[in-house]
């Protein structure tokens, strides 16, 4: 099981879930401002390992905007890395219910899937993964080496 080679969040991701948390935001403006704030921290805590910190920080984005998928994502990534993946999860299946086109969340969910043992489940969600981007070599990896287990 692997994630992408890349750095865990590349100056693209970051700028892609920005633009998407942006451009989801609506009302008042001081209170988009704390909501923005809070996004950028958890991205920042998620780069630099402080997983608990990118999890209180994204709880602050998700009471400002609930239906933000891309936040209940970085969340789950945290609580993956956290090795706590009952709640990863719960918040991509969350991300997911949110957009159905949302990689990431298929992706973090299946590897999670994977370390509680439930390959079966893995696969399925890799499966959506190149359903969506049929050329991602991590997933395709991850559904060989699952399939060999």
């Known amino acids: ?70 936040t209940y994502t970085i969340r789950a990534r945290a609580y993956f890395e956290k090795n706590d993946m009952n709640n990863a999860i719960k918040d991509c299946t969350q991300a997911i219910n949110l957009d159905k086109s949302n990689i990431s969340a298929y992706f973090i969910r299946g590897n999670a899937y994977a370390k509680e043992g439930n390959l079966n489940k893995a696969i399925s969600d890799w499966q959506s993964v190149l359903r969506l981007d049929p050329e991602n070599e991590n997933a395709k990896y991850n559904i060989e080496l699952a399939q060999k287990s």
């Open 1 to 70: 099981m692997r994630f992408d080679k890349k750095p865990l969040v590349s100056a693209l991701f970051i700028f892609l879930n920005l633009f998407t948390f942006i451009s989801g935001l609506c009302g008042d403006e001081t209170y988009n401002y704390y909501a923005l704030e809070y996004f950028k921290k958890s991205l920042e805590c998620l780069v630099t390992g402080e997983y608990n910190k990118a999890i209180n920080y994204c709880n602050q984005v998700i009471i400002r905007d609930p239906k933000s998928a891309v």
